[in-house]
């Protein structure tokens, strides 16, 4: 739509007169937007999760370890799975202590990640262990309409993804090819 | 736009965070403050007001990528979220009238591609931008940035196509005007 020479943004941007200390501020404020910073407070809430973390692991740990011999072994496996848990849970807590700040990459998709997978373990334990009797069978249901749900939101967030990420290998290809062409035969076609 | 490279790199960086790649959301920020930021200091008096309003855009960016479908649409996207924050940032400030508030000229649809406006020296056009009315100067600057189609700058400005041939007619006058002005002077 345009008449005007391509470069002609890049000019009139450069025109622009910006204040150091305001622009410093800024970049201050955006790196801490996307590391989100904790309060004194908060940050003591994580260090206390991290020892919770620690004390349901050695206990849950303990417990299946010591538990008698007879006791069923989806029993065992849960509270291994909880020791686990906890171990997960202390070093994220301690990670995110030492660093007063939430990583938004890497710290809410492991905690997230651990708070859903853990319930799921549990359930599907719950199920297995359910005696073959009428209590049973209930057991077995209330387990299925949780386990269905997490199955139902999980699919559907594993296919929106690959969608995404078929999309984007699609725009990798469109953008290998627009680096291509601009290599080859200068700037490609103008919107 | 200033090259097809650009625009396919933008969508990938879009499409990434929407998956939540805060890196992606990174490189977004890099990629386009400067445009951002010349947009909205446009619209907004102060220069610490108009960092102030970018970043309250970029932390509306970050809240809602995840419901950009088309990666396509991001700069009408950007554009919009940033107006709407410079409005809301006048309404608390009431220190200026809404861009929207001006009157519109008659529609003139067939001046928008008007040949020959001699507007190529980017620092004449900035200082011309300054001495344009708010409408007139907003609708420039999205023209000169490159990044949208007429229809798109409808869009973001909430106005019919003719709307913006019209000030984008009357304000390529006016800048023009201003430019030669500068050049006699």
């Known amino acids: 739509m345009n008449s005007i020479p391509n470069d ?3 000019r009139l941007i450069r025109c622009e007169s910006m204040t150091p200390a305001y622009r ?22 994580w260090g206390l999760s991290a020892v919770m973390g620690v004390a349901f692991a050695v206990l849950f740990g ?25 171990i997960g849970w202390a070093v994220l807590g301690i990670r995110v202590f030492r ?9 809410t998709g492991a905690a997230a990640g651990m708070a859903w997978g853990l319930p799921v373990v549990l359930v599907t334990l719950f199920m297995v262990s359910a005696p073959e009797d009428i209590i049973g069978l209930r057991m077995i ?26 999309r984007e290998k699609l725009l990798e290809i469109e953008y290998r090819l627009a680096e291509l062409a601009e290599r080859i035969g200068g700037p490609t076609s103008e919107k | 736009m200033g090259g097809s490279k650009d625009t396919i790199y933008a969508q990938l960086l879009a499409l990434r965070c929407r998956q939540g790649n805060v890196d992606a959301f990174e490189q977004l920020v890099r990629l386009w403050e400067a445009r951002l930021f010349y947009y909205i200091r446009r619209l907004v008096d102060q220069e610490a007001d108009a960092w102030d309003v970018l970043q309250k855009t970029w932390i509306k960016a970050l809240r809602g990528i995840r419901s950009l479908k088309d990666p396509k649409a991001l700069p009408c996207w950007l554009y919009t979220l940033a107006r709407r924050t410079v409005i809301d940032h006048s309404r608390r400030a009431s220190d200026r009238p809404l861009p929207e508030d001006f009157a519109d000229e008659s529609a003139d ?11 190529d020296n980017a620092e004449a056009v900035h200082r011309a931008l300054a001495g344009l009315s708010p409408p007139h100067r ?25 709307t913006v041939k019209s000030r984008l007619h009357y304000a390529r006058r006016a800048a023009r005007a201003a430019v030669h002005e500068e050049g006699h002077s």
């Not at chain 1, 699919?155 to 995404?164: D, K, M, N, T």
């Not at chain 2, 591609?113 to 507007?119: H, R, S, T, W």
């Open chain 1, 141 to 166: 249901l209330c387990g299925l309409v949780f386990l269905v749900m997490g199955a139902a939101f999980l699919i559907r967030h594993v296919i929106e993804l690959s969608e995404l990420k078929t």
């Open chain 1, 62 to 86: 303990t417990v299946a370890i010591v538990l008698p011999a007879e006791f069923p072994w989806e029993g065992r496996l849960g509270f291994a799975a909880g020791a686990l848990f906890g």
């Open chain 2, 109 to 119: 649809p067939s001046s928008a591609d008007e040949p020959g406006l001699a507007l």
């Open chain 1, 24 to 45: 410093q501020k800024y970049e201050e404020e955006m790196r801490a937007m996307l590391e989100k910073k904790l309060t004194g407070v908060r940050r003591w809430v």
């Open chain 1, 8 to 10: 002609f943004r890049e």
């Open chain 2, 138 to 162: 907003e609708v420039l600057t999205l023209f000169f940035l490159q990044d949208l189609t007429l229809e798109e700058i409808a869009a973001v400005l909430d106005v019919p196509v003719g």
């Open chain 1, 99 to 107: 660093r007063g700040s939430i990583d938004l990459k890497f710290d």
